[in-house]
């Protein structure tokens, strides 16, 4: 059984920044990518980055490119979510969630492990 735990989560102002970090348990981490996706409040759940298993290749969401930074830590089983300039707009339940593959990629379905969430709150 996969686990994922997410935390970093908060209330910000416009322009500041949160780490969000996911801690996963199994040994095989590595192996399989790893997703950030985020719900705000009557919306679906939408892609944010992702990243693959081993070679670390990265895909963003537009509304992410630039301003958040998707990585991994395989000695600590971790995934992060690095977001700066944060806008009102990025709001929202934020989950990780865990492919039983290396791709991921940005489709939801691909993913079958899902955290329990982190609200991530941008005021202005």
């Known amino acids: 059984q996969v686990q994922l735990v997410e935390s970093g989560g908060g209330l910000v102002q416009v322009g500041g920044s949160l780490r969000l970090s996911c801690a996963a348990s199994g040994r095989t981490f590595g192996s399989y990518a790893m997703g950030w996706f985020r719900q705000a409040p009557g919306k679906e759940r939408d892609f944010v980055a992702s990243i693959t298993g081993r070679g670390g290749r990265t895909n963003y969401a537009d509304s992410a490119k630039g301003r958040f930074t998707i990585s991994r830590d395989f000695a600590k089983n971790t995934v992060y979510l690095q977001m700066n300039s944060l806008k009102p707009e990025d709001t929202a339940v934020y989950y990780c969630?865990?492919?039983?593959?290396?791709?991921?990629?940005?489709?939801?379905?691909?993913?079958?492990?899902w955290g329990q969430g982190t609200q991530v709150t941008v005021s202005s």
């Open positions: 969630a865990r492919a039983p593959n290396i791709y991921g990629g940005s489709d939801s379905s691909n993913y079958d492990y």
